[in-house]
């Protein structure tokens, strides 16, 4: 009854002008204080105290247009209340102004006057506008890139608990940009963020005890973290849990678990645990052997560019296995494999040239692939190769000699 009271009297007193009193209902019905929360009233009362001047009310209500929380969604309108805040030098709303011109939000898209804004903002100590600012830094935005710029506005936010970035401090460290390379400052800082339940570094603290950098190496520690990132839907940890359940690192070997996290990762279109559940399948692995289930994966995976994936699915049109027996197919599979550097695929784009599978023969062609397979210890091109050079003549086994060297320094040796 009292609460009751209370918040009569001030809106009483609110609807009199009085501001202290609109900021206070504002905050009630905002956070749901002695009242069900009411973020339409929220609106309604940090509105009227934006136009009383208050650059809290302003910068407020100006978040409420741009997410339209409680009020219509009007990113014009957040823009206007953001710019009036700012005048204030309320760094909220110069962390706003900052992002809505980095994304182009109501305004022309202006890398440097986001930079600008965010800069205002950090300096006056708002974390999330220090980690943008370090993000501007670190990929030269508004400004020229500067990794040691970008360390220390991230290290600002960081020690503010802000997860981002603490998780890319961690990530700094851990590959010695913009400072030392520090394994056990990288384990540290992801910690940090990973105890803030950021699934991101969790995953990165994961891989830290898989490897052993920073810490005694400790599958059961990386399967703790790995799951705890992959149960919030991160598709790398889901990937990386359902490969320690296939190759029983830190846990019990478990195909069926394993296929269920590599799935979920999967089906958020992670190229590598696609690849995966098609050799699952390809292989019969807790499941019944299915060719066709595996080149669906694999093509998937394939289509993202996975050379594996590619060479896979070029064997399987090279058997008709899974589906109907194409060289052309095949042929188109395993190039695209070789030119992302596929040793065994370099090996069978040389072998089909020489044979004329797939693809018209050209003997020179044939050389040339199976001269980057042989250069990179693929154990039947060497052979393969000696034999095409018999179908040469010296001039032709010149031309052929310089296109594989040619092609090596594109392609070679896992390129």
């Avoid at 804004?117 to 980690?131: C, E, N």
């Amino acid at each position: 009854m009292d609460g009751m009271i209370k918040i009569s009297q001030l809106i009483g007193r609110a609807e009199k002008g009085d501001l202290t009193a609109q900021l206070t209902l504002a905050n009630i019905y905002d956070n749901g204080v002695e009242v069900e929360q009411d973020y339409g009233l929220a609106a309604k009362w940090f509105l009227k105290a934006a136009w009383l001047g208050s650059a809290k009310a302003q910068s407020k209500i100006g978040e409420m247009y741009l997410h339209g929380s409680g009020i219509g969604k009007n990113i014009k309108k957040a823009v206007y209340w953001f710019r009036r805040a700012a005048t204030q030098n309320d760094a909220g709303s110069l962390a706003n102004l900052g992002w809505c011109y980095q994304n182009g939000l109501s305004v022309r898209q202006d890398f440097r006057k986001a930079f600008k804004y965010y800069q205002k903002a950090a300096k006056l100590g708002h974390s999330g506008a220090q980690y943008n600012l370090g993000f501007m830094y670190a990929n030269g935005y508004g400004a020229l890139r500067d990794d040691l710029a970008a360390f220390n506005w991230y290290l600002q936010a960081a020690h503010q608990d802000n997860r981002k970035a603490q998780l890319n401090i961690g990530l700094m460290h851990a590959h010695g940009v913009g400072t030392e390379k520090n394994d056990i400052e990288a384990v540290e800082w992801f910690r940090k963020a990973a105890e803030q339940g950021y699934g991101k570094a969790q995953y990165n603290l994961a891989l830290m005890y898989a490897k052993g950098r920073g810490v005694p190496k400790d599958y059961r520690e990386a399967v703790k973290w790995h799951r705890l990132a992959a149960e919030q839907g991160y598709f790398r940890a889901q990937y990386f849990l359902g490969l320690l359940y296939l190759h029983a690192r830190g846990v019990e070997q478990d195909y069926s678990e394993a296929l269920d996290w590599l799935l979920k990762s999967s089906e958020q279109g992670y190229r590598k645990a696609q690849y995966e559940v098609g050799k699952i399948y390809a292989n019969g692995l807790g499941v019944p052997a299915d060719t066709r289930e595996a080149a669906m994966w694999f093509r998937f995976a394939a289509e993202q560019d996975h050379p594996k994936a590619q060479y896979r699915l070029g064997n399987l049109y090279t058997k008709g296995l899974g589906l109907e027996q194409n060289d052309t197919l095949a042929f188109r599979w395993y190039l695209k494999s070789a030119k992302h550097g596929h040793i065994p695929a370099q090996y069978y784009v040389g072998v089909m040239y020489n044979k004329g599978m797939g693809v018209e023969q050209d003997l020179v062609k044939a050389y040339s692939w199976l001269y980057v397979a042989a250069a990179a210890d693929e154990p039947h091109a060497k052979l393969a190769l000696r034999r095409a050079a018999k179908k040469l003549n010296q001039p032709e086994l010149t031309e052929a000699t310089r296109a594989g060297e040619r092609l090596y320094s594109k392609y070679g040796k896992g390129h």
